[in-house]
């Protein structure tokens, strides 16, 4: 059992999920009180989006230990993804009651709070996880993106500056820089960060059309049309894009009646 356990354990690590399940199934019908398989099992189905069912496993599991930190943990990480927050923030605090110094159940807390709009108690959850492990990119990225929903853009920027220093292939945080830009009139410097994000992420449909808007503000609507249609190949119909694209050719329109 211990082998069959391992593979399944393999599979998960590979992204292979329904092979990892059917792994778990056998060990637990082996070993119906084996808490890590149903803690694990949970894990896969919510990497497949089954998270009903894997609810039902990290409740199984923590029936079985009620003092199991990591079926908390991935209890509290299936809630955040159903957007169910406050239940998500209820499990992250009981996970941080057994193990008081789990980053990873702090990020969590943290981003339950920023669900619930709690915005000033998350960043106090991020610091609490910065204090435990000061070189977590996640919470920074994290901390981050909650400072941009308060609209502190510089401390937010640092956050994300921080991410980049030691990952610089994370084109999510070079997009959030180049948004984070443009809010401080920093134009330049923000069609830079966009760039680095699409280098990294050729088809960032978002990061050319937030790339569009700034052309436009720029008054290069030629540049910024361009964008727009790069956008809407990767994204067809976007709502988005379309409405920044008819601003563009508005203004366009415009410039070229004016002269």
Same mark, same amino acid.
């Given at each position: 059992m211990v082998a069959l356990f391992k593979k399944a354990n393999l599979f998960a690590s590979a992204g292979r999920y329904n092979e990892a399940l059917e792994g778990y199934d056998k060990v637990l019908k082996q &070993?119906?009180? +084996?808490?890590?398989?149903?803690?694990?099992?949970?894990? /896969? +189905? /919510?990497?497949?989006?089954?998270?009903?069912?894997? +609810?039902?496993?990290?409740? %199984? @599991?923590?029936? +079985? &230990?009620? %003092?199991? /930190?990591? @079926?908390?943990?991935?209890?509290?990480n299936t809630l955040m993804t159903m957007k169910r927050y406050a239940e998500a923030l209820e499990v992250y605090e009981k996970a941080l009651e057994l193990t008081p110094k789990d980053v990873y159940a702090w990020n969590g807390k943290g981003n339950a709070l920023t669900g619930l709009k709690r915005y000033q108690e998350a960043l106090g959850a991020y610091d609490k996880a910065l204090e435990i492990a000061p070189g977590s990119l996640e919470v920074w990225f994290n901390k981050g993106t909650t400072l941009k929903e308060m609209e502190r853009y510089v401390e937010a920027l640092e956050c994300f500056e921080q991410v980049v220093e030691e990952d610089p292939k994370s084109p999510s945080a070079w997009y959030n820089m180049g948004h984070l830009l443009h809010h401080l009139k920093r134009d330049a410097e923000a069609l830079k960060c966009y760039d680095l994000a699409m280098e990294r992420t050729p088809r960032f449909a978002e990061a050319l059309r937030d790339k569009a808007e700034v052309l436009r503000e720029l008054g290069r609507f030629n540049e910024a049309l361009e964008c727009c249609q790069s956008s809407l190949e990767i994204e067809p119909g976007c709502e988005a894009t379309l409405h920044t694209q008819a601003l563009i050719q508005e203004a366009l329109v415009k410039t070229v009646g004016a002269k």
């Open positions: &070993d119906p009180q +084996l808490i890590h398989a149903w803690n694990n099992k949970g894990n /896969a +189905l /919510a990497a497949l989006c089954r998270n009903e069912e894997a +609810l039902g496993c990290f409740n %199984k @599991a923590l029936e +079985l &230990d009620p %003092k199991y /930190a990591f @079926a908390w943990s991935g209890k509290g």
